[in-house]
């Protein structure tokens, strides 16, 4: 019988391709590591974007809220100074910090009732004042009322025909068309509370008077 031969292969080792596999397998284990690492930069970038972008709508919203409140004018009780559907601006910063000046327009809702339109009418007299219409013209604290924008005589001088005591928070508002508002002389509208103005009126955005008011 013939034997069979078995033939026994031995791996043979080379240097220099056991070199290769490790640098091989070194240069992945470092590329894997490098790809692992976020770009510190690139993450820094973004987050400085989104941190702007939310600075600027916070500035801009508190910009809106502050000065760029618009409110239709309803009605003719403040012409010659405002029309009926006139759109207007309204300041809620200076209310908030300051008292409304004699002669500013304010913007309030009549009783506080949330539902009611909007009402501008003029600061005439303010917290703690005293007020009265007699002979058709209007007297604050005993002195004759100078009127900056209206001048008609006042027929009906309503629940101000006695002198009327204004409260720490009270103002008293007519409307500039004298004659055709209706306003603090009557008691369906009576003293405005502080708490019920939204704040001042101080720039048309419509209508034939565009600009700043007085």
């Known amino acids: 019988m013939r034997r069979r031969r078995r033939k026994i292969h031995q791996a043979s080792s080379n240097p220099f391709i056991e070199s290769r596999k490790r640098t091989g397998i070194k240069r992945s284990a470092s590329l894997r590591r490098r790809r692992s690492k976020p770009d510190v930069s690139k993450v820094r970038g973004r987050l400085l974007g989104i941190a702007e972008t939310l600075f600027a709508v916070s500035i801009g ?50 009783g506080g009732n949330k539902d009611a339109s909007i009402s501008i009418k003029r600061v005439i007299a303010g917290p703690n004042d005293s007020v009265r219409i007699e002979n058709g013209s209007i007297y604050v604290n005993d002195s004759l009322y100078e009127e ?54 101080w720039f048309e955005i419509s209508g034939s008077h565009f600009g700043f008011l007085q």
Do not use: H
């Not at 239709?72 to 601006?89: A, C, H, I, N, R």
């Not at 924008?149 to 009270?170: C, F, H, K, P, R």
């Not at 008293?172 to 405005?192: M, P």
């Open 61 to 110: 919203f508190l910009v809106v809220w502050s000065v760029g409140i618009r409110v239709d004018v309803v009605g003719e009780s403040m012409e010659p100074t405002l029309y009926d559907g006139d759109e207007v601006l309204i300041n809620r910063v200076g209310m908030t910090f300051f008292p409304a000046a004699s002669g500013s327009l304010v913007a309030f809702l009549p």
């Open 148 to 201: 900056g924008t209206a001048s008609d005589y006042i027929e009906e001088a309503g629940v101000a025909e006695s002198q009327i005591e204004l409260g720490a928070d009270e103002y008293f508002c007519l409307g500039d068309n004298r004659n055709n508002s209706q306003d603090s002389r009557y008691e369906s509208v009576g003293n405005i509370k502080r708490s019920d103005i939204i704040g001042t009126v």
